[in-house]
């Protein structure tokens, strides 16, 4: 539902066949299970053993001789194999269906660009290219008083188009976009290319008809996706993942050996001075004339200067690795924890459930939105500050998963010991038996 409310204009009013739809929402659904089946598992938990205590179905099993763990048997081993299917899922199929969803949504978006061209606003949807028009026929699809900015030489704005009217299509391949302008003008300035004359040419093409095309593979997100130094790892299994988590750790270490070998070779700040006979550097300088004395400052000050660019160059280059690597292994303990999450949340909310003493969807709904909540977003500031580096992804991303299972060891036993720390009726006749002692004092 959040998909469609969020994408329903860009798919609106573009001839798409209901299959394509389907097949979008159904991908998309897909990426939504790491989110929705822990909370499924919590929900139904809470609202089975709750239904269970609320019918005293629990007190009877006691009263029989049968402990909690043995009539959360079934359901333990019921949520094993969910959180065994839950790493398949995570390891082997979400990889392959989640750069499925993203190429198919950004390929509809695209699929008529002068739909996603809003009027008085600058569009960026290309490359290089920055459109504005001032109005739009949204029926037919055509742009009044365009404005189209080319940046694809990276020079800022050389080239300037301007036409009262135009219209955008694409290609049958759609691979090229099409832009039909009528009545317009091409303003282009070139920048010098000599500092010693500089010269800034200007040209103006007039013209009542001017077709312009651009290249659309940028928009073919499966060609494109898992290129990247970052985004790959969406799509690689745990033993991929290990593989180049390794070596990611091996490029830093070879480059901080490699450091500490150039610093102490290259850079007499940190040779070793045992072999050396040792002399103030005050005493030193009084024995070296003025112009001696210049160019030893001027000698000192650009060897600084190159300590202080091969400390910024190493740095740069170790802490883009090590970004990787953390990238890498956020996602390799996401999978791990994503399974056992689903074994975590039935602990937390199967002895709720028996606490509260409540079934349906009031209760057991309000606890398991909460829980959920609170178990969401501690993964998530888990994700955002792995992600900054300061902190080992592995202790950060296992962080919510031990909290939540010592919280379920908690409930655990306070269901065991049949206590009434959510029971709302007891809470009630605590307060009453309050009510009437006061009541009492003040008659």
Not at 77 to 84: K, T
Not at 152 to 166: P, W
Not at 209 to 232: M, T, V, Y
Request: with cysteine; proline share 3%; net charge positive.
């Amino acid at each position: 539902m959040q998909f469609l409310w969020k994408y329903i204009d860009d798919m609106i009013g573009k001839g798409l066949d209901f299959i394509v739809i389907f097949k979008l929402i159904y991908f998309t659904a897909l990426t939504t299970i790491p989110m929705a089946l822990p909370l499924a598992i919590l929900l139904s938990s809470i609202m089975s053993m709750g239904n269970f205590g609320e019918h005293f179905e629990l007190t009877a099993a006691k009263a029989s001789g049968i402990s909690l763990f043995r009539f959360f048997k079934s359901l333990i081993i019921f949520s094993a194999f969910v959180s065994i299917f839950a790493f398949y899922f995570a390891n082997f199929i979400l990889t392959k269906v989640d750069i499925i969803a993203k190429s198919m949504l950004v390929e509809v978006r695209n699929l008529k660009p002068a739909l996603l061209i809003k009027p008085k606003t600058f569009y960026n949807g290309i490359s290089g290219i920055t459109i504005r028009a001032e109005s739009k026929d949204e029926d037919k699809g055509i742009l009044y008083d365009l404005r189209i900015y080319d940046h694809t030489s990276g020079k800022g704005n050389e080239s300037v188009l301007l036409a009262k009217r135009g219209y955008l299509s694409q290609s049958e391949d759609g691979m090229v976009l099409i832009m039909r302008l009528d009545s317009g003008v091409l303003i282009k300035e070139e920048s010098s290319s000599s500092l010693d004359n500089p010269k800034y040419p200007f040209y103006q093409t007039k013209f009542s008809s001017w077709e312009k095309r651009f290249d659309l593979k940028q928009f073919k997100l499966s060609d494109n996706f898992g290129k990247g130094g970052d985004d790959k790892r969406f799509m690689l299994p745990v033993s991929e993942l290990n593989v180049y988590i390794d070596s990611f750790q091996k490029q830093m270490n070879s480059k901080k050996s490699v450091f500490v070998h150039n610093m102490h070779t290259g850079n007499y700040i940190t040779q070793s001075l045992s072999s050396r006979v040792y002399i103030p550097f005050k005493d030193s300088l009084a024995k070296l004339d003025s112009q001696q004395q210049s160019m030893m400052s001027f000698t000192k000050t650009l060897k600084a200067r190159n300590v202080k660019n091969i400390l910024f160059l190493h740095n740069s280059d170790y802490e883009y690795i090590k970004s990787l690597k953390n990238l890498f292994s956020i996602e390799l303990y996401f999978k791990y924890t994503f399974a056992l999450s689903c074994l975590i949340l039935f602990f937390v909310g199967a002895p709720l459930g028996a606490i509260i003493k409540k079934g349906g969807l009031g209760w057991p709904m309000l606890f398991s939105v909460i829980l959920f909540i609170l178990y969401y977003f501690s993964n998530l500031i888990a994700k955002k500050v792995s992600e900054i580096g300061k902190y080992d992804p592995l202790l950060v991303m296992w962080t919510p998963a031990v909290i939540f299972m010592a919280l379920g060891v908690f409930l655990t036993i306070k269901a065991k010991n049949d206590s009434n720390l959510l029971n709302i009726e007891s809470y009630n006749l605590f307060f009453n038996n309050l009510k009437k002692r006061f009541q009492k004092k003040d008659k």
